[in-house]
């Protein structure tokens, strides 16, 4: 990244898949150290400081969220992963450990939350 006066940030929830896309991209890209992250914990004050801090500006809050421009506010992990690839000239399908991920261990945790889900529902109306 060559612009000098703002650095991008990035509000990252520990432990949540969509979040751990952009951590990988990040690292991928080589952009990491480019921007500020804020790690929290799910529960925790700081998540309650950064919830505070975003209300503002986005309708709904969700994680991965980031401010890639100065006043603008980003909550898609694939429009995240997309800004960054794109700075760095890379494209998200060809980054190696970022695609063995999202079609990996991401995608099957999607397949088994959603199966989880509709086991819940069926058990409960049993
Ligand atoms: N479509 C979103 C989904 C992100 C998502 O569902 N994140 C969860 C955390 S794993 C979330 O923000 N849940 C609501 C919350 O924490 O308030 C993306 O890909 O970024």
């Keep these: 990244m060559t612009r000098k006066t703002f650095k991008p940030v990035v509000y990252l929830k520990e432990n ?37 801090e975003l209300q503002p500006h986005m309708e709904k809050i969700s994680f991965p969220a980031a401010q890639l421009e100065p006043g603008g506010y980003v909550s898609e992990s694939d429009d995240i992963v997309a800004f960054f690839a794109a700075i760095a000239g890379r494209d998200p399908k060809e980054m190696t450990v970022y695609r063995n991920y999202v079609d990996g261990v991401f995608s099957m945790s999607m397949q088994l939350w959603k199966e989880n889900m509709e086991l819940k529902k069926a058990a409960s109306s049993a």
């Design 16 to 52: 949540c898949p969509f979040c751990l896309k952009v951590r990988i991209a990040l690292l991928e890209t080589g952009l990491a150290l480019q921007v500020d992250t804020r790690d929290f914990a799910a529960g925790s004050d700081e998540e309650q400081k950064i919830r505070a």
